[in-house]
């Protein structure tokens, strides 16, 4: 097969189990017959040729010659229709192996170890570790022993794919530049000159999924990290959503760097938004090692973001560092509302690695609002009856927050009670202010077609949320033909009928636990008897199936949906726009009040509303929204304002109402000489949004000023330019998520001085893929070695008997 592969001028060919001929030519379609009758009558005319028109010599050898000539001619024709040989086979693929190395500032820190590891490091890298960096470590390793470690699997025969990842604001890989045929030796030198440590960021996530994205993943023997694992980016690495769990291949973790330092590094942990006048705690992270029994100074600060107040000290503590980590509690009643930045720092202490870490920033809003839920149904029920009581007991809702649209009211009713609301429809500027809709049970007749395109838009443009709650009268199989249909985390049925044959205990799915609204209880028994409350459902709507976007949190323990595979889903959410949709199958949460009253009710509901209402902006807020794309910057970097602008109704606002077709912006920067302040027009991106791009310089506070058109008010948002990368506030390699990454993909975490163990524990050998391909023939070396064996053969024979 081997030989048969190198005739046909294929490699690692192992099987080959179809083999067709097609002639591609353009000239040949629907001709292929004509063209075999041609090779044919040159074949003959080349055996006429010397049989008939020659005399000299025996007639065994005029034969050969005119079986040389004729198939000569024959198969010149035939190279002329491109023959393709078309192959079904299997062949040996090379195993690769990427080695991917991180390119991030924090690469340039240099770390104290012990007399052992120094005597070790220097030994495998020829550098002195005293004070040299981590790149400068892993060049060296990369010329010395690693270039052991590259030949080792040259010789078995593994392709190595280097990459680097360096960016600014996420892990792109970028593949670094190898030559063919360069030795281990070679390669590791050409390696270690292309290293950089220049990267803002570390995105293990973003590197992880853009190694799935590379060419010949499909063949990976393994992925080699080399990196001190200081994760710092938004894409979790780890967990169920994390890339980790998308990557096919085994990685292996080579640590880089000291996993211990004296070093503290200080975090701090608010809700995402505050009521004005309630009490709340502001709460300081403290992890440390090194610094046991010292004295530190914790400080907490509130600081306005907007209009002149001026920043408060929330308070200030002295604690004795005593363990890995230690909780600071600020109780903290904000007397403003508006965005707030909360800054925690500790006073540096003696022995510190690094000060950059002592401080920590975070930024929220203080609201003097309500969550605004609107809850339309075609008659009371159970569900609408507590869950009244609920919310108007909640601090978030309260009296003011929850107003109800009941279809089979009386009208007057609606007219002449503040909780009714008047119409399915009210005007724009009042029903967009809404923060959270509630849909219950109710009839196709009685949701109209500007209903649900007003939803559409509350969630897809607005990010609000939406809860569909179906009951036993009408169901989902209304919505069908609605623009709410395909909003769903589910697949509706218009034939669907009520299930209602038996009853049953729903059963959570794996995802629940990640939901805080999922979550009833403070531990796992807890939170399985909150939910065993519901004792014995009576009835549920059946679906089609799940949507591909969403997720089912709670399950029927025995229906399935139409795929045959999947359980029918009884509480699930997903993503639609800026918004999300939560659906419940059934209508009698309110089941869970058995037993210990309004608890675990109290909590499903309040943590759902919370999660679906608070996520964005609240109220009229949602009108016009500034925001910026970070907190911090660094000198040189470009910060992008962006504003989502849209008039009293709600419709987005059209830049020809707008002087210049913009929105004026006010930017604020420290100068010599104080604050300077220069203008700024914020251009047309797209309908609704207005966006403003512009370079920052100094370090310092940076305030931007966006005046709102409709009602001359100005908003405001701080930026801070600072000199240090987050790259800078970690000083220690994270040996729990470099041992956490390998353990989740079966591979071995290492460093340095044992990266050897990699050579036994990645298993390089040659994979053999199917194989289906195109092969012209005229290319092959058999096709050419026939056409000279022809050639030469007729030139030979009349060369022995004297032809001219």
């Not at 089609?544 to 399935?560: C, F, K, R, S, Y």
Request: proline share 6%; net charge negative.
């Amino acid at each position: 097969m081997e030989w048969l592969g190198r005739l046909l001028g294929l490699k690692d060919v192992q099987s080959i189990d179809s083999a067709s001929l097609a002639l591609t030519a353009p000239w040949t379609h629907g001709a292929a017959f004509w063209v075999l009758l041609g090779c044919l009558a040159l074949f003959l005319a080349g055996m006429a040729f010397y049989l008939r028109n020659q005399r000299r010599g025996p007639g065994w050898l005029r034969t050969a010659l005119g079986f040389a000539r004729g198939g000569l001619l024959a198969l010149i024709l035939l190279t002329l229709a491109a023959p393709v040989l078309r192959l079904q086979g299997k062949r040996v693929e090379s195993p690769v192996l990427y080695l991917v190395f991180d390119g991030t500032e924090s690469m340039e820190l240099s770390d104290d170890y012990g007399p052992e590891q120094m005597a070790t490091l220097q030994r495998l890298t020829a550098t002195d570790p005293s004070g040299a960096t981590r790149r400068t470590l892993l060049q060296g390793w990369l010329r010395e022993s690693g270039a052991d470690w590259l030949e080792e699997f040259q010789q078995r025969g593994v392709q190595i794919e280097p990459f680097l990842f360096d960016g600014r604001t996420t892990s792109r890989l970028r593949r670094l530049r190898i030559e063919a045929g360069d030795d281990g030796r070679a390669i590791g030198a050409r390696l270690a000159e292309q290293l950089t440590a220049t990267g803002q960021v570390t995105e293990l996530g973003a590197a992880l999924d853009d190694v799935q994205r590379q060419f010949g993943a499909g063949r990976l023997a393994g992925v080699v990290f080399f990196s001190d694992f200081a994760h710092n980016g938004s894409s979790a690495p780890l967990g169920q959503q994390g890339a980790v769990s998308r990557l096919t291949a085994t990685l292996h973790t080579v640590g880089l760097g000291a996993t211990e330092a004296a070093d503290l590094r200080v975090e701090l942990q608010t809700d995402p938004k505050m009521k004005r006048a309630e009490r709340t705690n502001l709460t300081a992270r403290i992890s440390q090692a090194g610094l046991d029994g010292q004295a530190a100074v914790v400080t907490m600060i509130a600081r306005p973001l907007e209009g002149d107040r001026p920043p408060e000290e929330v308070g200030k503590q002295t604690v004795t560092l005593d363990g890995p980590l230690q909780l600071v509690e600020f109780p903290y009643t904000p007397e403003a509302s508006g965005e707030f930045e909360f800054e925690v720092n500790v006073a540096p202490l003696e022995g510190e690695a690094t000060e950059a870490n002592n401080q920590f920033v975070r930024r929220t809003k203080v609201i003097d609002d309500y969550l605004r839920l609107m809850y339309t149904a075609y008659e009371p029920t159970w569900e609408w009856h507590f869950l009244k009581e609920v919310f108007h007991r909640d601090k978030l809702v309260g009296m003011d927050g929850f107003r109800t649209f009941l279809s089979s009211s009386d009208p007057k009713v609606r007219q002449s009670n503040v909780l009714f609301l008047p119409a399915l429809t009210p005007p724009r500027a009042e029903f967009f202010r809404n923060d959270v809709i509630f849909l219950d049970d109710m009839p196709r007749t009685a949701i109209t077609e500007r209903y649900g395109e007003m939803v559409r838009e509350f969630v897809a443009e607005h990010g609000g949320g939406l809860v569909i709650i179906a009951g036993p009268r009408f169901g989902p199989r209304q919505l069908a033909g609605t623009p709410l249909a395909d909003m769903l985390p589910v697949t509706i049925d218009p034939n669907a009928k009520l299930k209602d044959d038996r009853e049953f205990a729903l059963r959570l799915t794996p995802h629940a636990s990640r939901y805080p609204f999922m979550t009833l209880g403070d531990n796992e028994p807890e939170n399985l008897q909150a939910w065993s409350n519901l004792s014995r459902v009576p009835f549920y709507q059946p679906v089609l199936g799940l949507h591909e976007q969403a997720t089912a949190l709670a399950e029927h323990p025995v229906d399935l949906c139409q795929d045959g595979r999947t359980k029918q889903p009884l509480i699930a959410i997903r993503p639609f726009g800026r918004g999300e949709v939560v659906y419940l199958g059934f209508n009698e949460t309110w089941r869970l009040r058995r037993r210990f009253g309004e608890k675990h009710y109290r909590r499903l509901w309040s943590q759902l509303i919370y999660r679906l209402g608070m996520s964005h902006a609240l109220g009229a807020d949602k009108r016009f929204r500034v925001a910026i794309n970070g907190q911090q910057f660094r000198p040189d970097d470009e910060v992008t304002l962006t504003v989502e602008a849209y008039d009293e109704n709600y419709e987005p606002l059209d830049p020809a109402d707008l002087p210049d077709g913009s929105l004026e912006v006010q930017l604020q920067t420290p100068g010599q000489a104080g604050l300077e302040t220069r203008s700024l027009n914020a251009a047309f991106l797209r309908k609704g949004v207005y966006e403003a791009r512009f370079p920052v310089y100094e370090g310092g506070q940076h305030l931007v000023s966006v005046k709102d058109p409709v009602t001359g008010s100005t908003q405001q948002r701080r930026f801070e330019v600072v000199r240090v990368s987050a790259e800078q506030l970690r000083v220690v390699r994270d040996e729990h998520l470099q041992q956490q990454l390998a353990k989740e993909t079966g591979g071995t975490s290492v460093d340095l001085a044992s990266a050897d163990r990699l050579l036994d524990a990645i298993n390089a050998r040659p994979t053999v893929e199917p194989m289906s391909r195109d092969h012209p023939l005229w290319a092959t070396p058999l096709w050419f070695s026939l056409l000279m064996t022809l050639m030469l053969g007729e030139w030979l024979i009349r060369k022995w008997i004297h032809l001219t």
